[in-house]
């Protein structure tokens, strides 16, 4: 490979590999051997080569699943004044809004549901809880609780919970929302593809029907690398 440590030219090959679209986005490096092999230096050469490439932020490690090409993270500015939804948001982006299924079913509510939502002894609880999903990118785990008089069919909810409940004359009108900074644990942080441990927002969000009854009690947990929380301030008298 010519003069010059050897990592620095393996480095270059593997940054030419992706500049020349061999390797794009998200792609998986071959194992620390296989490369050994194929560009026929030492396996600490391969090491110094990526470490180096991770440093750069041009190749992220993954505990357990290996070596990938890093994805610049859109990074979404989400205001803090309005209350709409996750889909709504993301079809003004232009972007395309999923959802994985994490739960979805009416259940006993937990102490904290009844309390929450203002449930009396006997009721039951709607939970809609995804793994919510922008062009492909996992954005956030909502896990959504509401009332099975207000929603009683959770699998009525296909694309957006705002949608099903505004069609049944229960969209939310006002909302309380806290924020925290919390680090992600590992099955949390490998649903949101990032790393154990990595930055998140806690996100609460209790929000109300006009008649003043809470219509949902959400907990999520978005990217810390993905998310702004934008708001106007005026000066209070
Ligand atoms: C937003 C809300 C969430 C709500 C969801 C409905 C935050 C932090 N959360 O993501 O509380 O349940 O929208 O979205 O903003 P959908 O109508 O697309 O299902």
Do not use: C
Not at 62 to 77: D, I, L, M, Q
Not at 85 to 102: I, K, N, P, V, Y
Not at 125 to 141: F, G, K, N, T
Not at 203 to 220: P, Q
């Amino acid at each position: 490979m010519g003069s010059g440590p050897l990592y620095l030219k393996l480095r270059n090959r593997v940054e030419k590999a992706i500049d020349e679209g061999l390797l794009t986005d998200g792609d998986a490096l071959p194992s620390e051997r296989d490369i050994a092999e194929l560009a026929d230096v030492s396996r600490v050469t391969v090491r110094k080569a990526v470490q180096d490439l991770v440093k750069d932020g041009i190749l992220v490690q993954r505990h357990g699943s290996g070596t990938f090409v890093s994805k610049p993270v859109a990074r979404v500015e989400q205001p803090l004044s309005r209350l709409t939804s996750f889909t709504e948001d993301m079809t003004r982006r232009g972007w395309h809004a999923q959802s994985r299924w994490l739960t979805r079913g009416r259940f006993a509510p937990s102490p904290e549901e009844m309390v929450s939502l203002g449930l009396a002894p006997g009721d039951e609880v709607s939970r809609i809880e995804r793994l919510r999903i922008a062009d492909a990118m996992p954005l956030a785990i909502e896990r959504a609780s509401i009332s099975a008089q207000l929603l009683p069919d959770p699998d009525l909810v296909d694309v957006s919970l705002y949608a099903v409940l505004e069609a049944h004359g229960h969209r939310p009108v006002r909302a309380l929302q806290r924020i925290s900074a919390t680090n992600l644990r590992a099955e949390d942080a490998e649903l949101l593809g990032v790393e154990a441990g990595d930055a998140g927002l806690r996100i609460e969000r209790i929000s109300y029907l006009e008649s003043g009854r809470v219509v949902e009690f959400t907990r999520s947990l978005y990217r810390g690398d993905a998310y702004d929380f934008v708001a106007e301030l005026t000066i209070g008298k």
